[in-house]
């Protein structure tokens, strides 16, 4: 068995901080995928930095300090590692690391956030084509993907508790959820999903400030896709929503 874990931790060296790196850990995962990691590899503690027995490598956001960036630490080393894909305006934000192994091609991913009004959900519409476009590439040259991390956007009306409130805000709208058709039009498999096609009010993040989750008033933000040549070695996929220390809560893929 193999697992994979994805969480984003909002904020790496205050979730050290607060003891969750450690908890973390305990989860004995064999590669940890973190998003929204806020630092640059230099600002970080030895612990976070080289983790013992795992490699480690990080992609920060040279466009803003403090913001964005993903992580990705792996018990096993990678054939290959690469930050990004290919195109500066997205590569600068920090928002992806590729890790290729031989059974298949990882994806860490911190999707961009359309909140800050139309040129960024431009943004992160053009984002989400040109990441398409690109691991698309890949699999037609017979990789099998995997991506996972902080999409952004809740899919249908079953991931998140409130819709029709929420049908007109960035991270539910019609232009963003038709993305995540044409993902899954092209063969790829939102495993959570695919598994529990009718569980309800399973969620992956929850607004801090309005105490939503003691409600379980959330979004399903966070997913594993994989391709078919992938979804067949799937034991399982989990959603932790009981594990705390961030806004988002970890989610885990198992395979065979």
């Given at each position: 068995?193999?697992?994979?874990?994805?969480?984003?931790?909002?904020?790496?060296?205050?979730?050290?901080?607060?003891?969750?790196?450690?908890?973390?850990?305990?989860?004995?995962?064999?590669?940890?995928?973190?998003?929204?990691?806020?630092?640059?590899?230099?600002?970080?503690?030895?612990?976070?930095?080289?983790?013992?027995?795992?490699?480690?490598y990080f992609?920060?956001?040279?466009?803003?300090?403090?913001?964005?960036?993903?992580?990705?630490?792996?018990?096993?080393?990678?054939?290959s590692v690469a930050l990004g894909m290919g195109i500066p305006r997205f590569d600068e934000e920090g928002r992806i690391i590729m890790a290729k192994y031989e059974e298949f091609t990882l994806f860490n991913v911190y999707f961009p956030n359309g909140g800050q009004g139309p040129e960024r959900i431009e943004y992160k519409l053009e984002f989400y084509d040109a990441f398409l476009a690109h691991?698309?590439?890949?699999?037609?040259?017979?990789?099998?993907?995997?991506?996972?991390?902080d999409?952004?956007?809740?899919?249908?009306?079953?991931d998140l508790a409130r819709p029709h409130e929420n049908e007109h805000r960035t991270g539910f709208l019609p232009e963003?959820?038709?993305?995540?058709?044409?993902?899954?039009?092209?063969?790829?498999?939102?495993?959570?999903?695919?598994?529990?096609?009718?569980?309800?009010?399973?969620?992956?993040?929850?607004d801090m400030k309005t105490h939503a989750r003691e409600r379980n008033v959330g979004w399903r933000l966070d997913y594993f896709f994989a391709s078919p040549d992938i979804f067949k070695k799937i034991h399982?996929?989990?959603?932790?929503?009981?594990?705390?220390?961030?806004?988002?809560?970890?989610i885990v893929l198992v395979l065979k």
């Amino acid at each position: 068995m193999m697992k994979i874990l994805s969480w984003n931790v909002n904020g790496i060296r205050a979730f050290e901080r607060n003891g969750n790196w450690k908890r973390l850990l305990d989860f004995s995962a064999d590669i940890i995928c973190v998003q929204e990691t806020k630092a640059e590899s230099e600002q970080l503690s030895n612990t976070l930095r080289v983790p013992e027995g795992y490699f480690s490598y990080f992609s920060s956001s040279q466009k803003r300090k403090g913001w964005s960036g993903v992580a990705l630490f792996s018990k096993k080393e990678p054939r290959s590692v690469a930050l990004g894909m290919g195109i500066p305006r997205f590569d600068e934000e920090g928002r992806i690391i590729m890790a290729k192994y031989e059974e298949f091609t990882l994806f860490n991913v911190y999707f961009p956030n359309g909140g800050q009004g139309p040129e960024r959900i431009e943004y992160k519409l053009e984002f989400y084509d040109a990441f398409l476009a690109h691991i698309e590439k890949l699999r037609k040259k017979g990789e099998p993907i995997i991506f996972c991390g902080d999409v952004n956007t809740a899919h249908e009306e079953i991931d998140l508790a409130r819709p029709h409130e929420n049908e007109h805000r960035t991270g539910f709208l019609p232009e963003e959820r038709a993305w995540i058709d044409e993902v899954i039009n092209h063969g790829y498999a939102d495993v959570w999903r695919t598994l529990y096609p009718r569980k309800k009010s399973v969620y992956t993040y929850w607004d801090m400030k309005t105490h939503a989750r003691e409600r379980n008033v959330g979004w399903r933000l966070d997913y594993f896709f994989a391709s078919p040549d992938i979804f067949k070695k799937i034991h399982t996929s989990l959603t932790l929503t009981e594990v705390t220390g961030s806004d988002h809560c970890p989610i885990v893929l198992v395979l065979k």
